[in-house]
């Protein structure tokens, strides 16, 4: 079996056993009742999710948070109201595979994420097969699971998408197919903020290439460029400005400063704030090893992608979303390779980090915010 075929078997087992475990966790979560049918009805905006059958039970269990305004804009289009403050490749998409679903936006939304989930697993087990690296007897694609609020990557939301922009972007600057990882930037930004993590690791291997530095470094700016456009398309539109829109939504602003009487507030940490928090320091780790490593650019792309939601957090939550955002940091499932080996430490450490993607996953059902 060539390396491509072996890269894309791993992809779709792995999804396979992740989408099916979480699809029966879901299912027995409504099953069992522990759904209140009117829990949450004041964040749908009079979308009305089904209660009985098995499109309850399967599919608009997920219907969330973020996941409500991006089919709010598939239906109704954008606004001077929340909805302007999402980035519109996700929605865009996934009206697309709505339409062909036969108006079921919210499968059409959960298909593109599931997809885009497989891509990254392919993407990650091929840049494995070129990167050099102390390699560990299992694959990096495994590691995933030992994310917290990894499951994020195979719901309604568009961080699956994101990550497989970016790693397809990195991929063909490192084989030097630089209109493509321009054109790949360019979608990445259209499709969410994080992507401007992804122009630091462009510019970075773009500096260590001396041949064709210059061309390397103007195409590394292809997250911006898209970042840019959606931003100038809604001051176009008259629509608030984007951070008085954040600040209005969920009390981010630009800096840092952290409210201590906030932070020490137990039930933030014990419910919902460890999942940040773990993926903070595991991306320090990471950032860490790269260094270590002599992998300069996956440092600098790592730490930047870490600033990213601390400097835009809440005081009273620094952390806040970090589980959620850090979920593009690829370094750290390379990390995790060196970091943990076969045996009885990996084994307890994988069962603690199903229970955790379970409980989270479990909460998120429930209407529970996670980051």
């Known amino acids: 079996m060539n390396m491509h075929m072996r890269s894309l078997l791993r992809a779709i087992t792995t999804w396979s056993v992740w989408r099916v475990g979480l699809s029966f966790w879901g299912y027995f979560i409504w099953w069992k009742g522990l759904i209140n049918p009117e ?4 964040w749908l905006y009079g979308i009305e999710p089904a209660i009985e059958g098995a499109r309850a039970g399967l599919i608009d269990i997920w219907m969330r948070w973020d996941t409500v305004h991006y089919l709010r804009i598939i239906q109704d289009g954008y606004g001077p109201d929340e909805r302007s403050a999402f980035f519109p490749l996700y929605p865009f998409i996934g009206k697309a595979f709505g339409f062909v679903l036969a108006g079921n936006n919210l499968l059409g939304l959960l298909l593109v994420s599931n997809l885009a989930a497989i891509g990254c697993f392919y993407l990650i087990d091929s840049l494995e097969q070129i990167e050099d690296y102390k390699v560990k007897s299992h694959p990096v694609v495994s590691n995933l699971i030992f994310y917290p609020a990894a499951f ?3 719901v309604a939301y568009p961080q699956s998408l994101v ?3 970016s790693l397809a972007a990195y991929l063909a600057q490192k084989k030097n197919l630089l209109l493509l990882s321009f054109i790949l930037g360019i979608v990445a ?11 630091i690791l462009l510019i970075a291997n773009a500096l260590a290439d001396k041949r064709i530095r210059k061309i390397k470094f103007i195409t590394a700016f292809g997250p911006v460029l ?10 176009q539109a008259g629509y608030p400005m984007y951070q008085e829109l954040q600040w209005t939504m969920s009390n981010r602003s630009i800096g840092f400063g952290i409210d201590l009487e906030g932070v020490m507030t137990p039930g933030v940490w014990l419910l919902r704030g460890w999942p940040n928090l773990l993926a903070f320091f595991m991306g320090v780790g990471s950032v860490l ?4 490593n002599h992998k300069l650019e996956w440092a600098a792309y790592e730490a930047a992608l870490l600033m990213i939601p601390v400097m835009s957090a809440p005081s009273f939550e620094p952390f806040d979303g970090l589980a959620r955002y850090a979920l593009i940091g690829f370094p750290v499932f390379f990390a995790l390779s060196t970091w943990i080996s ?15 993607n379970l409980y989270l996953s479990g909460l998120f059902i429930m209407w529970g915010f996670i980051g």
Do not use: C, D, P, Q
């Not at 829990?39 to 004041?42: P, S």
């Not at 898209?226 to 001051?235: D, L, N, Q, S, T």
């Not at 076969?342 to 955790?356: H, K, M, P, T």
């Open 226 to 235: 898209g970042i840019v456009i959606f931003m100038a398309w809604r001051m």
């Open 163 to 165: 990550l497989l922009f």
């Open 39 to 42: 829990g949450g009805r004041e």
């Open 289 to 292: 090893w790269a260094y270590r």
């Open 152 to 154: 994020f990557l195979i």
């Open 342 to 356: 076969n045996g009885w430490w990996r084994l307890i450490l994988f069962a603690l980090a199903i229970g955790g």
């Open 189 to 199: 930004g259209l499709t969410h903020s994080t992507a401007l993590a992804l122009t």
